[in-house]
C-alpha cells in the first residue's frame, strides 16, 4: 500500500515538474512577443525597438545575479523548497505583469511590466537549476531519468513554439488601442499553472538527491577560470543565447512592424509575426529530436561547426535578400490557417532554429570537458552566462532601430562567427596539467 501510494506521488511529480519544464519556456518566451506592445506605445521615440525589448532584457538579466544563488539554495534549504520558492516567484513576477495593465499604456505602467519581468527571471533562473536534477530523482536515475528530461525538454520547446503563437493571435494587428490587457489570457494561463504546481508540490514528499561527489573537505586549487577551453566557452554561451533569443524576437517586430520599414504586412502583422516566431521555436523542438538520435555518432565540435557555418549562411542571405524576394508560408492569421506571403528572409531566419536546436548542450559539453571537481562551480557560472540572451537581443534592436532590421542581424552573424571559432579551435583543453580529481 505504502509503495503504490509513493509511486503515484512519483507519478504527480512527474507531471507537475513537466508543467513547470513547459513554464520555463512559456514565461520567457512571453516577454519579445508581448514587447510588440510596448514597442507601439513608445512608437516615434526613435528606440521603439529597444524599448520593446526590454522586457526580454530584464528577464534575462536576472539570472545574472541569480544563476549561482540558486545553486546554493540547492545545497541550504533542499530541492523540494528550492522548487516551490521558484514556483512562487513565478507566481508573484506574472502578477506583476498583469497589475502593469492597470496603470496604463505610459511610463509607469511599462515600469511595473518590467519589474515583473525581472522577478520572472528570478523564478525561470531558479527552475532552470533545480527541475532537470528533480525529474533526474524522480525517475531513479539512469536512462529513465535521462528520458524524463528528454521529454520535458520537448515540453519546454513545444511552450516555446506555442507562446508567441498565442499572444500575436491574441494582439491580431498592433493598434493606437492595443495594451497590456489584451494578453491577459496567457497570464492568467501562467498564474494558474504556478498555484496548482506549488499546491501539488507542497503535498508530495520529495528527497535530496546526492549532492555529489565534492565534500566539505575535497580542495579546490583551482577554478573553472584556469582552464582556456572553459573561458571561451562562456563565452560561447553568452553569445550562444543572444542568438537564439535574438533571431526570432527581432524577426517578430520585423514582421508586426507596419511601418515602411517592417516586412512590408499590413493586416494581422503582430498574429503573423506571433507565428513565425513560433515556428522558428518549432524547428528548434525538432532539431533536438534529431540531434537525440544523431549526438551518440556525431560529436558535439562536429555538430557546432556544421550547424554554425549553416547559420552563417542562412543569415548572409536573409541580410542580402531582404524584402527583394518573397515566399507563401502557411501561418495562423489569428482566425485561421492561410498561405501567406512574407520576405523570403524570414523563412531563411526560422530555418535558423534547426541550427541553434543543439547548440546549447553542444559547447556546454566541450566547455566542461575535463573540469571534474570543479564542473559544478562551471555550470553555476553557465547559468549566469544566460544573462547574453538579455543583452545581445537590446543591442540588436539598438542597431535596428538606428539603422534596419537586416542589418541589425549582423550581431547574432558575428556570435556565430565566435562560435565556429570555439568548435574548430577554443574548444581544445590545453590546461590537462591542471589536476581535477
Known sequence: MEKNTKQQGNIIAIITMMFL??????????????????KNVFNGTGSENMIGMLGNAMNFLAYLFMGIPAGKLLTKIGYKNTALTGI??????VFIQFISGKFGADVSGFAV????????????????TVVNPMLNLLGGGGNRGNQLNLIGGTLNSLSGTLTPMLVGALIGTVTVTTKMADVNLVLFIALGVFA?????????????????????????????????????????????VGVEVGIPGTLNFYISDTSAKGAGLLTNAAAIGGFVAGTYWFLMLVGRFIGSFIGGKVSSRSMMIITTITGMILIVLAMVLGKST??????????????????VAALLLVLCGLCTSIMWSSIFNLATEGLGKYSAAASGIFMMMVVGGGLLPLFQNFIADNSSYM???????????????????????????????
Open 21 to 38: 519544464f513547459a513554464m520555463i519556456s512559456f514565461v520567457t518566451n512571453l516577454a519579445a512577443p508581448i514587447g510588440v506592445i510596448w
Open 88 to 93: 512562487a516567484t513565478g507566481f508573484v513576477g
Open 113 to 128: 511590466y518590467l519589474f515583473g519581468a525581472f522577478i520572472s527571471g528570478f523564478a525561470v533562473c531558479i527552475l532552470n
Open 196 to 240: 496548482s504546481a506549488f499546491v501539488v508540490l507542497l503535498f508530495i514528499p520529495i528527497a535530496d538527491p546526492e549532492m555529489g561527489k565534492t565534500t566539505s573537505k575535497t580542495v579546490f586549487e583551482h577554478s573553472p577560470w584556469a582552464f582556456r577551453h572553459f573561458v571561451l566557452g562562456t563565452i560561447a554561451i553568452f553569445v550562444y
Open 326 to 343: 518573397t515566399v507563401s508560408m502557411p501561418v495562423f492569421t489569428g482566425t485561421s490557417f492561410q498561405m501567406v506571403v512574407v520576405p
Open 407 to 437: 542589418f541589425s542581424y549582423i550581431v547574432p552573424l558575428v556570435a556565430l562567427a565566435f562560435m565556429c571559432y570555439y568548435a574548430l579551435i577554443g574548444s581544445k583543453n590545453v590546461n590537462k596539467d591542471i589536476p581535477v580529481d
